[in-house]
């Protein structure tokens, strides 16, 4: 996953746009999709789907995704600038991150509203608490049995509406502690995710240890690794997802 929204400080955003499209072709040479998870809508998403959307671009993530309005405003710039582009129309798809408890309760009106839907991207905790946790009203456990009925609620609504393909963000783990992020792959795999986004490239082979039904190709670009080096680093490619539909 591109992040131009947490990932990237606000003074280096407008670099890390110009990186995109180099880190997209490069990830589509290795066979690998590229997921760009871009801010919430707001008066400059143009500009950040601008410099997103090229061959190789398989889905947007749009955090914050509260309603069937924006959903479908998404839909229409995805096509503009996907015509832009020359990509044949619908080649883009689109992730809808919700992070608020009303949309949390139900996800079927914006995992339907789009064919450009995959699916909803969720998310699995370990015993640091995110926003998730906060927003539910839970208290994250390394066992998670607080979370199956979240979980399951939110692959059940995404299918329900059509969306495939949902995925579960890994968080709330310690990054060098492999084995609670691999239980966590594992517990996603059994709520039949179809993909995990983790937050370290040190965790991005670990899905193919698990079996999962669909088989995930995880792996992160050499230019991200490079930058992975550099201080305050523009671009923080957190995995890459090869997708399955």
């Given amino acids: 996953m591109l992040d131009i929204e947490d990932s990237v400080p606000p003074e280096f955003k407008a670099q890390a746009m110009e990186y995109l499209k180099d880190e997209i072709a490069e990830l589509k040479a290795a066979k690998v999709g590229a997921f760009v998870q871009i801010s ?26 509260q309603s069937v309005t924006d959903v479908k405003r998404l839909h229409d710039l995805l096509s503009h600038h996907g015509g832009r582009a020359d ?36 998310a699995l905790s370990g015993p640091v608490s995110g926003d998730f946790a906060r927003t539910f009203g839970f208290r994250a456990t390394s066992d998670g049995i607080e979370q199956p009925y979240f979980a399951s609620k939110l692959v059940l609504d995404s299918r329900a509406a059509g969306a495939m393909y949902p995925i579960a963000g890994i968080v709330g783990t310690p990054i060098e502690d492999l084995d609670a992020t691999e239980r966590l792959f594992r517990r996603a795999r059994d709520f039949v995710y179809t993909g995990v986004e983790v937050m370290h490239p040190s965790h991005s082979r670990l899905p193919m240890r698990c079996s999962a039904p669909r088989r995930m190709r995880s792996g992160i670009s050499k230019a991200s690794r490079e930058r992975l080096k550099m201080p305050r680093t523009p671009v923080l490619a957190r995995s890459n997802i090869r997708a399955p539909w």
Avoid at 40 to 65: C, M, N, Q, S, Y
Avoid at 92 to 105: C, D, F, I, N
């Fill in 40 to 65: 919430p809508l707001h008066e400059r998403t143009e500009e950040e789907l601008a410099a997103a959307v090229t061959d190789g671009l398989t889905a947007i993530v749009l955090p914050k995704a």
């Fill in 87 to 122: 990509l044949p129309h619908g080649t883009v798809g689109t992730l809808p991150l919700p992070e608020t408890a009303e949309r949390m309760h139900d996800v079927r009106p914006p995992a339907g509203a789009s064919d450009r839907v995959r699916g909803i991207h969720g």
